[in-house]
């Protein structure tokens, strides 16, 4: 076989491995899909709260207990200003007019929304991120890679990175107080508010009892339950009589769950990679094939020429 054949076969590999990698891309398009790229939204019923914001005084309260609940450090005298690795809630306010044009100070709890088809959990590539299927997004330190494509990925801006945890680094957020759930007690903010401004229970209940509230109080409240379709829905809702785009809520938030519109994108990422591979390794055969040698047109000569001594 000479050097011309052997550059004839680099080249036929080179297609076959271009063929085995699209093989291998449409066997993968039959496989099952998966779920784990997306947050399937809870099959069932789940736990939610409501925050009705004409009823918050700004006491802090629930902030408080956050810290207490979850042994939080706290500095007495001082309460959380912001979302922090070791501040899973705080209260902000707001001097903004309301329906009837009165200028009035308006208190916003932040925390979580625990989203029921959470960007968050089909971002995170360990599975650290996890829905309960009960409400609660909860975490599993475990998994963490630290990759913090959960920050990216989440439409509020919740989840914080612990920086001064360089060796095992973890995401912090609200988890619902999913632990005192399953021992069927409140979430800790929800047992310190004083004014009844945070209602625990299920989500479909708590919606009903929003609209309800809204129908019987139409110049009270503004039409609209913030968390009841914004991302395809979260546990968390919110009733106000102010504009929410007035109090810091983000505007035109889409009503499909960024997972959803994301996940077809995710689910043929696995067949691309494989084509890449099968295209790469190709190039790489055809590159490095032996080069033709070409015979010299003397010794073709010396060959063909009859023996002069016969």
Not at 72 to 85: F, R, S, Y
Not at 251 to 258: G, H, I, K, R, S
């Amino acid at each position: 076989m000479d050097n011309l054949d052997k550059a004839r076969i680099s080249r036929r590999d080179f297609l076959k491995s271009l063929g085995l990698g699209a093989a291998a891309a449409a066997a993968a398009s039959l496989l099952p899909e998966t779920t784990a790229l997306a947050a399937e939204a809870p099959a069932g019923p789940t736990w939610g709260m409501l925050i009705d914001l004409t009823r918050c005084t700004g006491c802090n309260s629930c902030a408080l207990a956050c810290k207490e609940a979850n042994g939080l450090p706290q500095i007495p005298g001082k309460v959380p200003t912001a979302l922090e690795a070791d501040t899973y809630t705080f209260v902000e306010a707001f001097q903004v007019a309301n329906l009837r044009g009165e200028i009035v100070t308006r208190y916003v709890k932040r925390q979580c929304m625990h989203c029921l088809e959470a960007a968050c959990v089909s971002a995170c590539p360990a599975a650290a991120m996890h829905s309960s299927g009960e409400g609660p997004v909860i975490y599993r330190a475990s998994r963490c890679l630290g990759c913090r494509y959960c920050e990216v990925a989440c439409p509020f801006a919740i989840p914080r990175f612990n920086w001064d945890n360089s060796i095992t680094p973890t995401i912090n957020k609200c988890w619902m107080c999913y632990e005192r759930l399953k021992e069927g007690e409140e979430p800790a903010c929800v047992a310190a508010c004083p004014t009844g401004a945070i209602r625990f229970g299920r989500r479909d209940d708590l919606l009903a009892q929003a609209h309800a509230r809204i129908a019987s109080h139409p110049d009270r409240y503004v039409d609209h339950v913030f968390g009841e379709s914004e991302v395809g829905g979260t546990s968390v809702l919110y009733l106000s009589d102010v504009p929410f785009d007035r109090l810091g809520f983000p505007a035109n938030l889409p009503l499909v769950a960024p997972p959803k519109q994301t996940e077809k994108i995710l689910y043929k990422l696995p067949y691309v990679i494989f084509g890449m591979a099968a295209f790469m390794t190709g190039t790489a055969l055809y590159t490095h094939r032996k080069p033709a040698v070409a015979v010299p047109v003397e010794a073709d000569a010396a060959t063909d020429a009859p023996d002069k001594e016969e």
